[in-house]
């Protein structure tokens, strides 16, 4: 499925579109970026309000803090996504930029949905109830729809953010698959006896996450980055659209370039997930990772079925 011996590595990319900046600025950027490599990527859109400058009061918590000064984020995003939505309602994204999302669909690239208040679905979600995540996710989708003309086929929550209640709530929108947490392997989480949509987790940490950790600068980052592949094993990584396709985009161009020369492959999370009745069962927990603050949701490495 992804590694053959001698052929390189395959590698499910996501861009995870946070922000209105991120989505007029940064996702056109990456669509000259892979229609230049002829490469193509899932993109995850948040369509509501960009409220996301409402996370500066997490800067009372030393983690977090230490986390926005390691990955120096006041240069890294910018003060208009910092500060949006602090002092009066952020814009709504799908709304105002549609055609972006609509340009997405049109260049040949998986479109999903990442939230519909990506600040309050990272703040709240592990908190909502069935009926609360149900709306939350429901006015994303519809959104999306209206604007692709067609049905919304993955999520991936927010933040990785993400418990039982949230994946069964999701079972509701018939997804093809979700990317909700981070893991090792594909698998459908089974609660209760009741079979979950597949999972395709994330493997390898961003560019948040890794930068400015065990000596990770910019100038070895993509070399950094490359060495934890893994052979023979699901490699699924994420970009931003604020990060690599605003403020380090240079970087992620030659990370691609060298990529390349490793021959390596980008393709989108969809073209990763094998036949239903090959994919095992498995389950979530929240769990630490280093370079990020409280806990996110991680696949749990050994299932037993009751």
Known sequence: ?????????????????????????????????????????????????????????????????????????????????????????????????????????????????????????????????????????????????????????????????????????????????????LGKKIFKPVIDGVECTPQIPVTLPTYDELIGRDGTRDENYNEKLLSLLEPGGLNVLTIHAEVEGIARSTLFTEFLSLAEEKRVRFVPLGNLLPPLDQIPPGAIAPGPVAGREGNVCRQVQEFHQC
């Open 1 to 181: 499925m992804n590694v053959t011996s001698g052929d390189g590595y395959t590698v499910g990319l996501r861009v995870d579109v946070d922000t209105w900046r991120g989505t007029r600025d940064g996702v056109p950027r990456l669509l000259e970026i892979f229609s230049a490599r002829d490469m193509h990527a899932t993109f995850f859109f948040s369509v509501g309000p960009d409220n996301m400058g409402r996370h500066l009061w997490r800067l009372f918590r030393p983690r977090f803090l230490f986390k926005m000064l390691r990955s120096k984020a006041a240069s890294l995003y910018g003060w208009d996504i910092l500060l949006r939505g602090t002092l009066w309602p952020g814009p709504l994204i799908g709304k105002g930029l549609a055609d972006v999302i609509r340009n997405t669909g049109l260049a040949g690239h998986e479109v999903g949905l990442h939230a519909w208040d990506h600040h309050r679905w990272q703040a709240r979600a592990e908190r909502m109830g069935p009926a609360e995540i149900h709306r939350e996710i429901q006015q994303g989708v519809e959104i999306i729809h209206d604007i692709l003309k067609q049905d919304v086929v993955c999520s991936a929550v927010a933040g990785w953010k993400c418990n039982n209640t949230i994946l069964l709530e999701k079972n509701a929108f018939l997804f093809r698959y979700n990317s909700d947490c």
